[in-house]
């Protein structure tokens, strides 16, 4: 079964997509109320036995805050990831008309990979192209993936995250291709479940694979409210939460699960996380999970 990680993109920024964050962060949502509320989850993780931490340069402050919390010993004993891609520009304005800028091209990655090693105190131990889609320039950018080729030969294995309704053709894409990509990190939940069978050709072929929003934002917890999935775990005696990280948990292909609490309840009751059966009548069309995604707002 996988292990749990702590993924970091709801704390290291005041703003947004999962439901209710409004109400899970600290009132003022300052800069130090969010450095205390992710260093208390950081530690609380870190006793409870978590050991991969996920980052990436559009979370805001969320590879500083990592890097402020990790100490020597501690870096030798955990995993951090972190990705390059996307910007963050809303200037810690949660309403912001942009949170964040994509933007692949080798360029991007020369400022944000010292922006990373500087914040982190030093290099991650898996670097991703945040958020790659199929048409992507990326995948056809040589010198990016010389450049990449160079990353993974000093040690650092570099990979993709992907989005969307078409995350197996990417990824089928990028297997199919000379990159140095071992890693990959993907939406997989009870609601999108279309990744799956391609995440599992990555880890047949030795890629490293992380299952990012497996509570689907929030819509795989009490916070979505009276939805066929919740009633089935309110009859299974089971937190909606635990259950949908517990389906991705008991995915064979499946390394790390990512839990992306922002409270110590939250990530209580994540680690807390079971199993009831294959839950395959709760899956969506990937076009209808993600509209419905890509119209969550900003809070």
């Not at 090693?117 to 048409?135: C, E, I, K, N, R």
Request: aromatic fraction near 8%.
């Amino acid at each position: 079964m996988a292990s749990i990680g702590l993924g970091l993109a709801a704390l290291g920024r005041p703003g947004y997509i999962n439901l209710g964050h409004d109400e899970d962060l600290p009132p003022r949502r300052a800069v130090e109320d969010l450095r205390e509320r992710t260093h208390q989850l950081l530690e609380q993780a870190w006793l409870d036995g978590v050991r991969y931490f996920d980052a990436a340069r559009s979370y805001g402050l969320a590879e500083k805050f990592l890097g402020e919390w990790l100490t020597a010993e501690r870096r030798t004993q955990l995993t951090v990831g972190s990705k390059w891609g996307y910007t963050y520009v809303a200037d810690w304005h949660s309403d912001a008309e942009t949170h964040e800028v994509k933007d692949h091209r080798l360029a991007t990655f020369e400022r944000q990979w010292p922006e990373t090693l500087q914040a982190l105190g030093g290099p991650p131990d898996f670097y991703l192209v945040h958020s790659l889609t199929a048409d992507s320039p990326a995948l056809g950018d040589k010198r990016l993936l010389d450049r990449l080729r160079e990353l993974a030969d000093s040690g650092v294995r570099v990979g993709l995250s992907t989005s969307g309704p078409r995350q197996a053709e990417t990824l089928r894409k990028a297997l199919e291709l000379d990159t140095p990509f071992t890693a990959v990190q993907a939406t997989w939940n009870v609601l999108e479940a279309s990744s799956g069978a391609a995440l599992a050709e990555a880890h047949a072929a030795g890629w490293f694979v992380v299952v990012k929003e497996a509570v689907a934002n929030g819509r795989l917890t009490a916070k979505a409210g009276e939805t066929p999935f919740n009633e089935f775990a309110r009859q299974h005696g089971i937190a909606p939460d635990a259950l949908a990280i517990g389906a991705a948990a008991a995915q064979p292909w499946a390394d790390i699960i990512l839990s992306g609490a922002t409270t110590a309840e939250q990530l209580a009751s994540n680690l807390a996380h079971t199993t009831a059966g294959p839950l395959t009548e709760f899956t969506q069309q990937p076009e209808e999970y993600w509209t419905e995604r890509s119209a969550l707002p900003w809070i």
